[in-house]
């Protein structure tokens, strides 16, 4: 075990990228994972678990105003033959220009504005978490070099 030092967004990052790798095994992810590996995602799966919660918590109102201002993106994009609003390259499309939304999208940001404000400050904060340090040679071989730079913390160095 080992006590690492962490900013917050990176134990979000940590337990995205667990959540992950514990669906291999299923039908989704069939990629069969070693006994003592599992056993490593699950230990600190837990161990983080709090700590994620009391983030995510934190992060409610960022999520309130990223759904109403998507509802705002959806009510003024132009919209196609059936209604639907039309995404282009996953940008909503007759918005640059429209008056409309521009007062309405100014309005919501400026009333999350501090809300917003203080979950980065949260997630630039560090928190120290005990983690069960996992030997290189169990994780697995098909890891991506970006899952594996997030899970350095988790490594054991022998």
């Given at each position: 075990m080992s006590e690492k030092t962490l900013k917050k967004s990176e134990v979000l990052a940590i337990n995205a990228i667990l959540a992950r790798i514990s669906k291999d095994g299923t039908e989704e992810a069939p990629t069969k994972l070693s006994r003592r590996f599992a056993y490593g995602i699950a230990k600190n799966s837990r161990r983080i678990k709090d700590e994620v919660e009391s983030i995510q918590e934190a992060m409610k109102p960022v999520s309130e105003y990223e759904q109403k201002r998507i509802d705002l993106c959806k009510k003024y994009a132009?919209?196609?033959?059936?209604?639907?609003?039309?995404?282009?390259?996953?940008?909503?499309?007759?918005?640059?220009?429209?008056?409309?939304?521009?007062?309405?999208?100014?309005?919501?940001?400026?009333?999350?504005?501090?809300?917003?404000?203080?979950?980065?400050?949260?997630?630039?904060?560090?928190?120290?978490?005990?983690?069960?340090?996992?030997?290189?040679?169990?994780?697995?071989?098909?890891?991506?070099?970006?899952?594996?730079?997030?899970?350095?913390?988790?490594?054991?160095?022998?």
């Open positions: 132009d919209k196609d033959d059936e209604g639907n609003p039309i995404l282009k390259d996953n940008v909503y499309q007759g918005l640059r220009d429209n008056e409309e939304f521009r007062k309405e999208i100014d309005a919501l940001s400026d009333e999350y504005e501090k809300s917003i404000e203080g979950v980065n400050t949260i997630l630039s904060e560090e928190t120290a978490i005990d983690f069960y340090e996992i030997p290189l040679d169990d994780f697995p071989e098909q890891i991506s070099v970006g899952e594996m730079e997030v899970l350095l913390p988790l490594v054991k160095e022998e």
